[in-house]
């Protein structure tokens, strides 16, 4: 399990950023994709917004960016259909072999 993984689990939803250059590596990562030196693990803001979705039965899945960069996808719960761009936040986080991110409208 990495990192990323592990905090997830705890319900954290976390990022890594190089404590060198200060790039945010994206997908997480021990190391930065740029320059190869060593991240720190930051909590990632909760508010982001919809980048695509689709319905299936009742239920809407979204991705969605934060930080305009880090994107994951979840379920959104939503009594309306909502649109693209519109502003969500991340109410639960885990982690079972898969990720899992459960988002409600702003
Ligand atoms: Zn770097």
């Not at 695509?52 to 994107?71: G, M, P, Q, Y």
């Not at 109410?91 to 702003?106: A, D, M, P, R």
């Amino acid at each position: 399990m990495t990192k990323f993984e592990d905090r997830l689990k705890e319900g954290e939803f976390v990022c890594s950023e190089c404590q060198k250059c200060k790039k945010l590596v994206w997908p997480p990562n021990d190391y930065c994709s740029r320059c190869f030196g060593k991240v720190k693990w930051r909590p990632v803001s909760r508010t982001g917004k919809i980048i695509e979705f689709s319905k299936k039965d009742d239920t809407v899945f979204c991705i969605a960016e934060f930080e305009n960069e880090i994107r994951v996808m979840g379920s959104l719960e939503c009594t309306i259909m909502p649109v693209i761009d519109q502003e969500l936040r991340l109410v639960k986080c885990s982690y079972n072999g898969n990720e899992e991110f459960v988002f409600q409208l702003k």
